[in-house]
């Protein structure tokens, strides 16, 4: 589906989500929300926060379940993923502290295999992610799913590619300072979900959605993979998608 622009592709993807919100609702169930970050989803947060101060739209039901953070990383840190998460949508919403999760950065090396293991299980014990929203990488890489990444992979530890961890250096005031490795739910992980948003904005990411949505399927770029689920939907502005 393609948009004049973020502002009014944001505020669809929101009310998409509110929507699934206010149906788990009614059922008296919890919706399970798989959450992304970047700049992408930023507009989407900001129209979240605003339907809860000004539409009332409680987060009380929703259990949440980050893509990914970088490794090592502490939760307090600038960059970290928890500290974009919760200054852009947690610390304004009354989502339950219990019910938001992110993969943990300060794991020591040997004890990320079980936490993974553990990340999929409690995804699964509540009958799976309702709803996944993507950004995408310039590299294609959906969460951190960097090229030559499996299509049945699962939450794990990755190297980051060169190039994401150029586009991340002005977070870190450097290349050298990105971390280059992180925990990310895998392609697997990503598939399960009932349904997939993947958001892109700007002309900087329109040969990559080139590939994604009309190139071969291929592990090289691994956002392709989602050309195999039919519960997709890539949400862009005109700029994103100048070169379909
Ligand atoms: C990071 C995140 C991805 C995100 C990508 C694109 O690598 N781990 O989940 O999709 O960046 O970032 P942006 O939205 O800032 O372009």
């Known amino acids: 589906t393609v948009y004049p622009d973020e ?26 929300l798989g959450l992304a970050t970047g700049a992408t989803p930023v507009g989407v947060y900001a129209e979240l926060v605003r339907l809860h101060r000004e539409e009332g739209l409680s987060f009380r039901n929703v259990i949440t379940f980050n893509l ?8 307090d840190a600038a960059q970290s993923y928890v500290t974009f998460m ?7 919403v009354d989502i339950p502290r219990e019910n938001v999760h992110i993969p943990d950065g300060t794991l020591e090396r040997d004890e990320i295999a079980a936490y993974c293991l553990n990340y999929e299980h409690m995804i699964e014990e509540l009958n799976g992610l309702d709803l996944q929203i993507l950004g ?13 990444s499996a299509p049945n992979s699962g939450t794990r530890l990755v190297t980051l590619d060169d190039l994401t961890r150029r586009d991340a250096s002005r977070d870190f005031g450097g290349k050298e300072n990105v971390p280059t490795k ?10 399960k979900a009932r349904e997939i948003i993947l958001m892109a904005w700007s002309r900087k990411k329109a ?14 770029v691994p956002a392709t993979y989602l050309q195999l689920s039919d519960n997709v939907e890539f949400v862009l502005d005109e700029d994103a998608a100048s070169e379909l």
């Open 68 to 75: 990914d953070e970088y490794y090592p990383m502490q939760p």
């Open 136 to 148: 995408i990488g310039r590299t294609g890489h959906i969460g951190f799913n960097e090229p030559g």
């Open 207 to 220: 040969p990559i959605i080139k590939k994604a949505v009309e190139g071969e399927i291929s592990s090289e």
């Open 182 to 191: 992180a925990i990310t739910m895998g392609i697997g992980t990503i598939f």
């Open 86 to 92: 919760n200054e852009n949508l947690f610390d304004h």
């Open 7 to 32: 502002q009014t592709a944001s505020v669809r993807v929101a009310r998409r989500i509110a929507d699934l919100i206010l149906a788990k609702q009614k059922k008296g169930e919890q919706a399970v």
